[in-house]
């Protein structure tokens, strides 16, 4: 069972358009993190969102917690050809399992000159 | 500082050989994780470490074995490799596990054949 959904799995998009990308769980998260992975490297940290209903910004990318904790959204503004990556976002369960970080399966954005 | 190192960077293994992953960081973190990519699935933690001489399972642990004699390594074991444990493998490791961020080494690309 995958906890965390995220979509589109693959955009393609041109440079300058705007794109959101979705992270959905049935389940409640203490906390939920957005990472960014280029090809041969492993994921860097792009953001932490805590508090339901919390928004983060960071330059052109602006990050939403859903009020229940339960969801999250990326949202990117006027995309440049060097947002090109695999964004991850990962939940931390609360209660037993907390320990471990589950991540969705990625979206896959190409943003084209 | 070097951050998360692993080594080796790729490696091609016959079925039922074995080989150690090695992964070591210069943070002075105590939480270091082993986690699996496969195409298309997201990250997948295999083994974890809250500290040295403390490892517990993750979700996929099934073939694998780990230990942690010191804060700065901690090795992958890949006992009797089966094609199913064909991934790219990374390291990460953290301040602690709560909003912290994980910090991920540039990964191992395993296939077994």
């Known amino acids: 069972t995958q906890l965390l959904e995220q979509s589109p799995q693959f955009l393609s998009i041109q440079e300058g358009e705007n794109l959101t990308v979705y992270c959905n769980s049935s389940s409640v998260f203490s906390s939920l993190q957005w990472y960014r992975q280029e090809p041969g490297e492993g994921p860097v940290l792009l953001v932490t969102v805590v508090t339901g209903g919390e928004v983060k910004k960071l330059k052109r990318l602006t990050f939403q917690f859903g009020d229940a904790r339960k969801d999250s959204s990326l949202h990117i503004t006027a995309a440049q050809p060097g947002d090109t990556g695999l964004y991850l976002c990962a939940g931390r369960r609360t209660g037993a399992g907390s320990y471990q970080l589950t991540f969705g399966k990625g979206t896959k954005l190409s943003v084209i000159p | 500082n070097a951050g998360v190192t692993q080594t080796p960077k790729f490696r091609i293994l016959k079925i039922g050989q074995s080989m150690t992953l090695q992964c070591a960081q210069d943070m002075n973190h105590n939480y270091m994780y082993w986690y699996r990519q496969d195409p298309g699935m997201g990250l997948k933690l295999i083994y974890y470490?809250?500290?040295?001489?403390?490892?517990d399972k993750g979700e996929v642990p099934n073939g694998y074995n780990v230990s942690r004699s010191t804060t700065e390594d901690f090795p992958l074991r890949l006992e009797l490799a089966a094609p199913s444990q064909t991934s790219v493998y990374f390291c990460?490791?953290?301040?602690?596990?709560?909003?912290?961020?994980?910090?991920f080494g540039p990964g191992t690309r395993l296939t077994v054949t």
């Open positions: 470490s809250v500290g040295a001489g403390i490892t």
């Open positions: 990460a490791s953290s301040y602690s596990f709560r909003e912290s961020e994980q910090y």
